[in-house]
């Protein structure tokens, strides 16, 4: 497995501010992913976090909201960006170890609340 | 994409006894994998299993590819397998993106 840590673990924010989100690995990794869970929801991925590249989003999340860098194979970081109470959710980062096929881990999350 | 059903939505066992949560996904997938979100929200990693029957300690799973679903078993169940289980289905085609189920959410009383 890997070990995989997120910061913040949790923040309360104000409506029309931005938050950074930041998501490290212990090894290098090809594939990450960022997801976001709504209070009593399962989880919807918002994007995969390409390594030197744009990454690429699922239907319904942008990139002016949810800004993604990856500029290493073990970092990544998630924005979200004017902020509004809609976005308080919990924003997990995952990644797929190379060589294990496709079974994924996850980070321990952020759980973010927009007041 | 791939539809990935879980049943029951919600279970509440007494403290020992054994359940069953099922997992039923619409298409042929690369990998399964089962989940347990405790209260704290981390998803722990239960089972890798695309296909088969695995087994760790009180937990196991199988997975019927052909028929398209999945089964996690828990025996002796305990207070701290309270939380949400969800399974997650992945077909590489078009992309790579992994299909969460809505999950189960298991209260056990002592």
């Known amino acids: 497995s890997a070990v995989i840590s997120q910061k913040p673990s949790r923040d309360i924010c104000q409506r029309g501010t931005s938050l950074t989100i930041q998501c490290q690995v212990d090894?290098?990794?090809?594939?990450m992913f960022w997801y976001r869970q709504q209070p009593g929801q399962s989880l919807t991925l918002i994007a995969t976090?390409?390594?030197?590249?744009?990454?690429?989003?699922e239907s319904g999340f942008v990139i002016d909201k949810f800004p993604i860098s990856r500029p290493n194979l073990t970092f990544s970081t998630l924005t979200v960006s004017n902020m509004s109470p809609e976005d308080s959710s919990i924003y997990l980062c995952s990644v797929e170890l190379n060589g294990k096929g496709y079974e994924q881990y996850f980070g321990p999350g952020t759980r973010l609340t927009v007041t | 994409g791939i539809q990935v059903e879980q049943s029951p939505p919600d279970l509440i066992l007494q403290e020992g006894a054994n359940s069953t949560l099922r997992c039923n996904f619409s298409d042929s997938v690369n990998n399964l994998q089962w989940f347990h979100q405790n209260p704290w929200g981390q998803l722990i990693n239960l089972f890798y299993?695309?296909?088969g029957t695995k087994q760790n300690g009180r937990l196991s799973a199988t997975t019927v590819a052909t028929e398209r679903y999945s089964l996690l078993y828990i025996s002796s169940s305990q207070t701290t397998d309270s939380g949400v289980y969800f399974c997650?289905?992945?077909?590489?085609?078009?992309?790579?993106?992994?299909?969460f189920g809505a999950g189960t959410r298991l209260f056990v009383k002592a």
């Open positions: 299993i695309p296909s």
């Open positions: 090894s290098q990794v090809t594939m």
């Open positions: 976090a390409n390594q030197g590249s744009e990454a690429t989003y």
């Open positions: 997650a289905a992945l077909r590489v085609g078009g992309g790579f993106k992994t299909i």
